[in-house]
């Protein structure tokens, strides 16, 4: 799999009902559980103050990143993404590349 740094705004659209609100961030939660299990979604980050999300994120390309992962967000259709495809860096620490 690939993977992918993909940074996430929510919006939430003006005159939506809160217990919808509640109801699909309940349900994201459990997705992203899901997509956890399944190898999709490696590590989730919010910078500090903000609401916005980064992740590390795994997909066999970008479309099934999009289609068959992001897409399937209950909060998906109110988000923004920026999406960064990423490939190991020959020093990075935790990486295999790395000797000592």
Known sequence: MKEFLVELTTTVPED???????R???????RARELTAAGHLARLWRPVGEL????LWR??????LHEKVLGTLPLW???TAV???VQPHPNDPGGAGVTG
């Open 52 to 55: 916005r999300s980064i992740g």
């Open 77 to 79: 259709p109110w988000m």
């Open 59 to 64: 997909a066999a390309d970008e479309a099934e």
């Open 16 to 22: 939506t009902d809160p217990a919808e609100v509640d």
């Open 83 to 85: 999406v960064t495809a």
């Open 24 to 30: 699909r961030r309940a349900a994201e939660a459990v």
